[in-house]
């Protein structure tokens, strides 16, 4: 009876190795990430305006954006704008001076925006800081005019950006799990605690797919 019991026990541990079934599934293509971001600047202040989405969002209101940039007009000094249709201005807090909201419905995009005294570390400086948030390397002065463009508004001229990449902006890639550790046969041998009756000996060497 007492081998039948520790053979039963032996099978059950076989079985607790069996790896499980694998499912395989085709993953979606990891989307596009894309920012937009402008540079408008008034007389003791600098503002930075950015729409983070994805492509295909921030795609959806690109002609909105533009609409809004345009319209960027000074006034004693200060940057200001109209509101576009659809489009919600929510109070910021310190230097974001603002949200705004595009969009009549979800999914919506929204444009911070950000001010800060004199130049606020200036233009390159803060273009690169954009660039390495969607994981793209730093240009040099002589670039800026390659990866940007200016706009004319309304007595004016704004800075802006346009930049895309597979990284999602202010995150990096996750990182990768340890990978699982096999049960050697001593792990499964120490489950078991078993008096052996009198003339038994324990194998120390069983063979392959046994653990006694």
Known sequence: ??????????????????????????????????????????????????????????????????????????????????????????????????????????PFLDVTVVTLAGTGGGTLANVNRWRGQMGLGAIGEADLPAHTRTISAQGLDVLALDLTSPRRPGGGM??????????????LRSLFAFDTPPGWKENPHPGPGRIF
């Open 174 to 187: 996750a990182a990768a799990a340890p990978p699982p550790q096999e049960t050697g046969r001593d792990d």
């Open 1 to 106: 009876m007492r081998r039948l019991i520790l053979a039963g026990l032996v099978l059950a541990a076989a079985g607790c190795g069996k790896a499980e079934e694998v499912r395989r599934y085709k993953a979606p293509k990891d989307p596009l990430w894309r920012m937009v971001a402008a540079i408008a600047s008034g007389k003791d202040q600098t503002w930075y305006f950015k729409a983070v989405g994805s492509d295909r969002l921030v795609g959806e209101y690109q002609g909105k954006l533009l609409s809004f940039l345009k319209g960027l007009r000074l006034e004693d000094g200060a940057v200001r704008w109209t509101l576009p249709p659809d489009v919600k201005e929510v109070p910021g807090q310190g230097d974001r001076q603002a949200t705004l909201r595009f969009g009549a419905r979800e």
